[in-house]
């Protein structure tokens, strides 16, 4: 795997299950609004990523406590294994972590107490991580 740029996202960030049947929490999706938040919906639930202490309310679930580390892009479609790299190597770290891709690149979630961990692995792998 070539070195990747990876941005450590400033907050923390909350993973949210609502009904399937719920509305898209349109609140989360105003123009300009820096945080990063994505909403993906299933048959089976409405998941939502946004910024801890902005879930939206008749959640079924929620969990906060996530740091956001962002690959610098954009990538070429072409480009294989990033997200099998990154979660090759922080699993050999035991870092768990939950994964999602936008046009423009591949994201990562890892628990805030793992958050250390997860750069100093990333670091050792041979990737750049900027960690302010």
Avoid: N
Wanted: aromatic share 4%; charged share 20%.
């Amino acid at each position: 795997m070539k070195r990747l740029a990876i941005d450590v996202r400033p907050g923390e960030y909350a993973v949210v299950r609502l009904p399937a049947d719920a509305p898209v929490p349109a609140e989360l999706l105003a123009p300009g609004e820096p945080a990063f938040v994505s909403v993906t919906r299933t048959p089976e639930e409405l998941s939502v990523i946004c910024p801890a202490g902005r879930e939206p309310a008749g959640a079924t679930a929620a969990e906060d406590g996530w740091r956001l580390l962002s690959v610098r892009g954009p990538l070429e479609f072409t480009l294989t294994g990033i997200i099998a790299a990154l979660a090759s190597e922080l699993a050999a770290a035991g870092v768990a972590l939950f994964s999602m891709s936008t046009f423009d690149t591949d994201h990562i979630l890892v628990r805030g107490t793992d958050l250390e961990h997860a750069v100093k692995a990333l670091r050792q792998s041979g990737h750049d991580v900027a960690h302010p």
